[in-house]
């Protein structure tokens, strides 16, 4: 065991690569994830094999794929009921009870309240684990100690008394303890796995995961960040949760849009800085020398970068802003540092990467491939020729030309040529889509093992067993 290296996997949900510098982004600050990538391979085609959050916690826990979404099986008292969004199989291996039976010492810190919900067993094979409060609508603080003062500032006070127990208000009651970028939940992840790297400086070789929920919803940064963005005039609505949906149709407008993706922006870099302190720490221990490091995203989303001026991440808008997800692999002592790979990639190569760096195979099976093999070009690696993925009833093929969309009933939405639109901004269906399509649609199906799952005709009130919360 004394051989096997410590290993690191930082997950930032939201976090779009168009954001980071590294990927191209001269706007936001991100120094602290640019310069890790100077120390990493960089993967500039990596995605999700599912969306959205809880899919893809399901298949990043265990390296097997949640798509298509069979045996979909709803939560009570969960805050989403979405094909996929379920807990991991009880039935089944996991990556830490895999690691913690091969003598690592385990460690998971979240601040993702999904994770949260009664039920879901993302703690299996974990010796130390904490859910940090704070995030979203977490059942927490109460919303009735919430002043009228400060709810006028997000909306009318009545409507939002309406729906006391919905985002805002429960937003509101748990960041009333928020003085300082301290004090948020983002900095209590990584304060947390600051804490693990010293408690454990004798306890190697160990598994942490850190999930930071930021820069997801709501989209309210400390100040000092949002004013590195926004407008400090800004007297607009605060709005902290877009709609999903054309945002010209929604009525926002341009300065609501500007607020709304400098606070985005704000959260971006308040990640950022609080990675670039943990990573600082470990270094600083001197860990880097046996220790490999992972960095990636879940999902991103959307800012009307997009045919339809889409904002946010409704399923059938899995545009470039949603799926392109920034993946950076630090291996010990900086190994092949600088180097970038094209390759397409899954997410879930991470968790078999996980499994050959410690040395250990799953009982049950993993779908992605460890990335060992294509970093030092061996023929073990087998090149992909496409990728699938399914979020909701919608689904996404990509392959080195053609990006395209449509729905689980085989229908195509919309469809992009890769090499004179990279970016997915002129939607060639009607003119080029019959033949692309044609193979896409036969790829998806023969991925998900020859039909889709379709959950349209259950009953949720049936399925859970009780009326959902509103």
């Known amino acids: 065991m004394k051989n096997r290296p410590n290993i690191v996997v930082v997950v930032s949900d939201t976090l779009r690569a168009a954001s980071v510098g590294c990927y191209g982004n001269s706007k936001i600050h991100t120094p602290n994830i640019d310069a890790f990538a100077k120390q990493s391979i960089c993967f500039t085609r990596a995605y999700p094999e599912s969306l959205p959050t809880i899919p893809v916690r399901r298949a990043l826990h265990t390296g097997r794929r949640a798509y298509p979404f069979r045996n979909y099986h709803p939560v009570k008292w969960d805050i989403v009921y979405l094909p996929g969004w379920q807990a991991m199989d009880n039935g089944k291996d996991s990556l830490a009870e895999n690691l913690a039976a091969a003598g690592y010492h385990t460690g998971f810190a979240t601040d993702t309240l999904p994770y949260f919900a009664p039920g879901f067993n993302f703690t299996r094979g974990f010796w130390q684990w904490e859910y940090i409060r704070g995030q979203q609508q977490d059942r927490w603080k109460s919303p009735y100690a919430v002043s009228e003062e400060r709810l006028a ?54 598994y942490l995961l850190l999930d930071c929920f930021d820069p997801h919803e709501p989209w309210e940064a400390p100040e000092k960040y949002y004013l590195m963005y926004g407008d400090p005039n800004y007297s607009g609505r605060r709005i902290v949760h877009c709609s999903y949906a054309p945002a010209d149709k929604i009525g926002y407008t341009p300065e609501e849009i500007a607020y709304v993706k400098a606070q985005y922006d704000g959260l971006v870099s308040l990640v950022d800085m609080w990675f670039g302190k943990f990573i600082d720490r470990l270094d600083q221990l001197g860990f880097a020398e ?64 996980v499994y050959a760096l410690g040395g250990i195979k799953s009982a049950d099976g993993v779908d992605g491939q460890s990335l060992l093999p294509l970093i030092n070009e061996t023929e073990d690696w087998k090149t992909r020729e496409y990728l699938t993925c399914r979020y909701g009833n919608s689904v996404c093929y990509i392959d080195d030309h053609t990006w ?59 399925a859970i067993g009780q009326k959902p919360a509103r």
């Open 153 to 206: 500032r997000y909306g009318n006070v009545d409507e939002l008394k309406k729906e006391i127990h919905q985002l805002i208000p429960m937003h509101l009651a748990n960041t009333s303890q928020i003085k300082s970028e301290e004090d948020t939940s983002t900095a209590h992840t990584f304060q947390w796995g600051m804490r693990f790297l010293e408690d454990n400086r004798n306890g190697q070789p160990f």
């Open 290 to 353: 046996n220790t490999a490091v992972f960095f990636i995203s879940d999902h991103g989303t959307n800012f009307c970068d997009n045919p339809r001026n889409i904002i946010g991440k409704p399923a059938d808008a899995m545009y470039p802003g949603v799926m392109h997800l920034p993946f950076l692999f630090r291996l010990p002592n900086e190994a092949g540092a600088g180097t970038v790979r094209n390759d397409l990639v899954y997410n879930i190569d991470l968790t078999s990467t």
């Open 404 to 462: 395209a969309m449509g729905n689980i009933d085989g229908n195509p939405q919309e469809l992009f040529d890769l090499e004179s639109d990279p970016n997915c901004r002129v939607n060639i269906l009607e003119k080029d889509g019959e033949k692309r399509w044609k193979q896409a649609w036969d790829r998806l199906i023969y991925d998900a093992r020859g039909n889709m799952p379709d959950y349209r005709s259950m009953n949720r009130t049936d």
